[in-house]
């Protein structure tokens, strides 16, 4: 598996040819605004004139003194970033889809409405007591209907855009970030002048360049070695060799996380070329990325490092998590799928920075997998698809709505996968549907459990495989036949018993679930 580490670059000075001296910053910006150049002119003829890539390769290392790693190592970013505008694209279709049909749906409601009042209007005198409020109604249907009308219409050419670009392979990107980009439309509230934009948007364009490694190449990596003596050598663009010779060398760079895996990387291993049958040294692949960020360049090396073994055992019970807006639930049961512990883990995900956020998230998680080490149970997990969710943010209460569109909530499963893989625990995917009906209905209070620990005890049997969706209970609040609604496919069942239990206030409920036994 691959895996990122980071470290902040000191800015030391690095000697040049004359004996001068350089800030290694200085050099990090030139070099990033030299290959932003290269990558953004590479798009053009990419992208945009769809020339050919070998053509391109053999005239962009002549003209631009590059080496064929460096080219290489341009057009995989370049390739990056295509790539993840190609699948915002098809995203931002769904979502524009998914926003048309519900305002399209919401609109032929609202028309339904008005023209009901307009009605009932007609067939009033004018001096009745409410005539004036169903005026005034029916004035707010016409000024809603005209802001939808006028939203549905944004969205149709939104969405006839997208799909136009889709089919027709065309990539919009603007290097430096869009909303950057329109910053100097309105400098005044930004507090700029237009040359202070200028410098800030040409820093934001060349804040990043990347080495990519190659398993073949001493310490996996020719254009940026990482040696034994943790000792970094860059490789210089040709056309500046007379200045800077043929490399930069910065000492001691030390990873605070990560620098046992990248040193075992270094370490190669014997192989064998085909047909010959020389002897060659492989190592392993380090690609190197420098990013500038708060007025510090910082390193990021990408390794693949060996999976962990698994740690836990198989029928040997499962511990169910249920995430929650501020909170993990997480219930521990045996092989047999009885409850046997259960306990909550807070963390902070609002009025917190992202990076603070995803720190206590991070450490919240790790509590969960240690205790799953421990134990040497497979953690369980909702399969939950968070894109769908947040298309559907407008017809949720603002609680759900800000749940959803949190950083917490998008990172939960990549953090978790992440962790489980890093300590070697299986992790088990479940089908979400009614966990937390049937927790409530089922364990909550024949364990004492609290609404989401009875989820998380549902998540931790279904990923035993127990029981795919557990049997209804028979109760006296159950409206209708009950002896039709059971005939009904389980999953039916839950969804009517769901539906039915909306219409009890949350008093009411405590009452039912106490006197349910």
Not at 108 to 124: P, Y
Not at 373 to 384: F, G, R, T
Not at 410 to 420: G, N, V
Request: proline fraction near 2%.
């Amino acid at each position: 598996m691959f895996r990122t580490y980071q470290t902040k670059l000191k800015n030391e000075m690095i000697v040049l040819l004359d004996q001068s001296e350089m800030p290694v910053y200085d050099y990090f910006q030139q070099y990033a605004q030299e290959f932003g150049r290269i990558e953004r002119k590479l798009f053009v003829d990419l992208y945009v004139r769809k020339r050919p890539a070998n053509q391109l390769k053999i005239e962009y290392c002549a003209n631009y003194q590059l080496t064929a790693r460096q080219y290489n190592s341009t057009k995989n970013q370049l390739d990056g970033r295509v790539s993840s505008k190609r699948k915002l694209t098809k995203l931002y279709i769904e979502e524009a889809r998914e926003k048309f049909d519900q305002t399209k749906k919401f609109l032929t409601k609202k028309i339904v409405q008005k023209e009901k009042a307009h009605l009932s209007l007609l067939t009033m005198k004018g001096n009745e007591p409410l005539f004036l409020k169903k005026v005034k109604n029916y004035r707010k249907l016409k000024e809603l209907i005209h802001q939808k009308k006028r939203r549905l219409h944004r969205l149709q050419l939104k969405l006839e855009r997208l799909e136009s670009d889709e089919k027709r392979g065309i990539v919009r990107l603007c290097f430096g970030s869009k909303a950057f980009f329109h910053k100097q439309f309105h400098l005044i509230d930004n507090n700029l002048s237009f040359e202070q934009w200028k410098n800030n948007w040409q820093t934001a364009r060349a804040s990043q360049f990347t080495f990519i490694g190659s398993k073949d190449e001493t310490y996996g990596n020719q254009s940026c070695t990482y040696d034994v003596d943790n000792q970094l050598r860059i490789r210089v663009n040709r056309k500046d060799e007379g200045k800077f010779g043929k490399h930069i060398v910065l000492p001691n760079i030390n990873f605070t996380y990560g620098q046992e895996n990248i040193d075992q990387a270094k370490i190669p291993t014997i192989g064998y070329t085909k047909g010959k049958r020389n002897k060659v040294r492989y190592y392993r692949a380090l690609t190197c990325k420098f990013i500038f960020k708060n007025k510090h360049w910082y390193l990021n090396i990408s390794v693949d490092v060996d999976t962990p073994e698994i740690k836990t055992l198989q029928n040997h019970g499962q511990i169910g998590v249920d995430f929650n807006a501020n909170f993990l639930a997480v219930t521990e049961v045996d092989r047999f799928g009885n409850y046997v512990h259960s306990f909550q883990v807070p963390f902070k995900a609002y009025h917190v920075s992202s990076e603070q956020a995803k720190q206590s998230l991070s450490d919240a998680l790790k509590i969960v997998v240690d205790y799953a080490v421990a134990k040497q149970k497979p953690i369980a997990y909702e399969k939950l698809d968070f894109k769908k969710k947040k298309q559907q943010l407008k017809q949720r209460s603002k609680k759900q709505a800000k749940m959803l569109s949190g950083f917490a909530y998008s990172s939960y499963q990549s953090m978790l996968t992440s962790k489980c893989q890093k300590d070697g625990v299986a992790l088990v995917a479940v089908n979400p549907a009614y966990t937390s009906q049937i927790g409530q209905h089922k364990f909550m209070k024949r364990y004492g459990l609290s609404s989401h620990e009875g989820a998380a005890m549902v998540i931790a049997r279904r990923g035993l495989g127990l029981k795919k969706i557990e049997r209804v209970p028979i109760h006296q609040f159950i409206q209708g036949n009950q002896d039709s609604l059971l005939r009904k496919k389980r999953v039916e069942q839950w969804k009517e018993l769901s539906k039915q239990w909306k219409t009890y206030t949350f008093g009411q409920k405590i009452d039912l679930l106490y006197h349910m036994f």
